[in-house]
């Protein structure tokens, strides 16, 4: 397996432009199954994600093709319901397939899907919504076997937590279903909304995805389009603390800054300067950043959990004490013990963290644990003393393109062996 050796202490320098999102490109994928057409879909970043998605729409009888970022995918020969459970445990985002399966075919046959171990991952609310919309479940070792034998009804669902999978997966289901669907306590993630345009471009009728309350009105069929996938808001985040944490000036390229609406006043208390221009991104941070009151995590427009582990490196180095609060998963945290390996001062109780900034940190030899974790111990080595052996391309590579590419072209000293 790769590793990653990192010489902290060189400042950065340059442009990049941001790679799409991943969390936008996997559920898009999944939806092309309920066009029966051809797709285009460009910004799709090269990740091991993307590739599982292409893998799964592979195993169901679709054609993909990919050139550079532009996936061209052909979803009129989808022959099979069925997703294998060694591709479902590749990644937790394999059950947004459930919805489009259900939607195209009525039926489906697949497992509980693998990720990041983040703390307990469950599906219910997904699960719950489709049995609301009138698909039966059964649930046996781990496989589900879910089949709407009078088609799927549009109704009301009211999530109990804003799930941005389970928010996907009912809007996929609903795009062909009887009728209309109302979604209350919808994930209002850009990636949903992304989702929804994607779907709408394809003849689907959803209004309100990026609000609360999402009303999506079922269609006969769909057809193929082109669409462009929004950049990647947590690559941002997390070159944005790279920059920080190396005293550095970076120019970030196709950036939505209201994307950044709760991450961008982080960096400009902690004495970033940050101006954004046309997609283009400015960013210029002072030798040292300084501590920020609170980061709270919460769904969308709060601060983001997955930037939690990169901003919690930046404040790692950072003049005083930061507290972090992380509310969206159980267990996401694995990054403070690596961490305090390179001499941080991280205290835990629960999901509150207090991080003591400390002048320095010293290299060490660091295990990732997952996606975000990875990247956050990549931050924290560019500032450290000395030469950092990172074991993370196995989780890195999944929400990263050629992330070690990126940081050694603003001139980090990063070699990947
Ligand atoms: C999506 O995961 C993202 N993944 C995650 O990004 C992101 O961290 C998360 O949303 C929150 O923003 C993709 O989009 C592919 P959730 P998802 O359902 O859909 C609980 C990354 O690093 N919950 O909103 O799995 C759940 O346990 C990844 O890129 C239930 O209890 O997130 C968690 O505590 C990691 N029952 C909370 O909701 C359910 O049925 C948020 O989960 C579903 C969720």
């Known amino acids: 397996m790769a590793k990653l050796f990192i010489e902290g202490g060189r400042k ?11 969390n936008s490109a996997l559920p898009i994928l999944a939806a092309t199954v309920l066009t029966a057409d051809e797709s285009v879909l ?26 550079g970022h532009t996936l061209v995918v052909n979803t ?30 009525g039926r489906a046959k697949l497992s509980f899907p693998g990720g990041c171990e983040l703390g307990p991952r469950p599906i219910d609310l ?81 209004y309100g995805a990026g609000e609360g309350t999402i009303v999506i009105e079922g269609r006969e069929e769909l057809h193929g389009t082109s669409h462009n996938i929004i950049p990647d808001r947590i690559v941002a985040a ?20 209201s994307h950044l609406s709760a991450v961008i006043p982080v960096f400009e208390e902690a004495g970033c300067s940050v101006s954004v221009k046309e997609g283009i991104m400015n960013i210029e941070c002072p030798e ?21 582990a990169p901003l919690m490196a930046m404040a790692t180095i950072a003049k005083g004490t930061t507290v972090f ?4 998963f159980e267990s996401r945290y694995k990054h403070i013990g690596e961490f305090l390996r390179l001499g941080a001062n991280v205290k835990t109780v629960g999901k509150v963290a207090v991080v003591q900034g400390v002048e ?23 500032s450290a003393q000395g030469v950092a052996e990172i074991d993370t391309t196995k989780y890195l590579d999944r929400g990263y393109e050629d992330f070690d590419g990126v940081l050694l072209s603003l001139g980090a000293k990063i070699q990947k062996i």
């Open 12 to 22: 950065l320098k340059g442009e990049v432009k941001l790679q799409g999102a991943k």
């Open 325 to 328: 609060v992380e509310n969206v």
């Open 288 to 308: 040292r950043p300084k501590a920020w009151s609170l980061t709270r995590t919460t769904p969308y427009p709060g601060f983001p959990t997955d930037a939690q």
């Open 238 to 257: 997390t070159l944005m603390s790279a920059a920080a944490v190396t005293g550095s000036d970076i120019v970030l390229k196709d950036v939505i800054p």
């Open 42 to 67: 460009h910004n799709c970043p090269c990740l091991t994600d993307t590739e599982t998605s292409i893998k799964i729409l592979r195993c169901l009888g679709a054609k993909v093709n990919r050139h």
């Open 76 to 105: 009129k020969d989808i022959s099979s319901d069925s997703i294998s459970d060694s591709l479902m445990r590749q990644m937790r985002s394999s059950i947004v397939f459930l919805g489009a399966i259900l939607g195209r075919c």
């Open 126 to 206: 997904h699960l719950e919504a489709l049995r609301q919309m009138g698909t039966e479940i059964t649930e046996h070792h781990g496989e589900l076997v879910c089949c709407a034998p009078k088609g799927l009804n549009g109704t009301k669902i009211s999530l109990s937590f804003p799930s941005v999978g389970a928010t996907e997966n009912i809007m996929l289901a609903a795009t062909l279903a009887k009728g209309t669907t109302v979604i209350t306590n919808a994930a209002r993630e850009p990636e949903i909304e992304d989702l929804a345009d994607y779907l709408n471009k394809c003849g689907a009728c959803i």
């Open 360 to 382: 320095k940190l010293y290299s060490s030899s660091l295990q990732a644990q997952d996606l975000r974790g990875s990247a956050a111990l990549v931050v924290a080595a560019l």
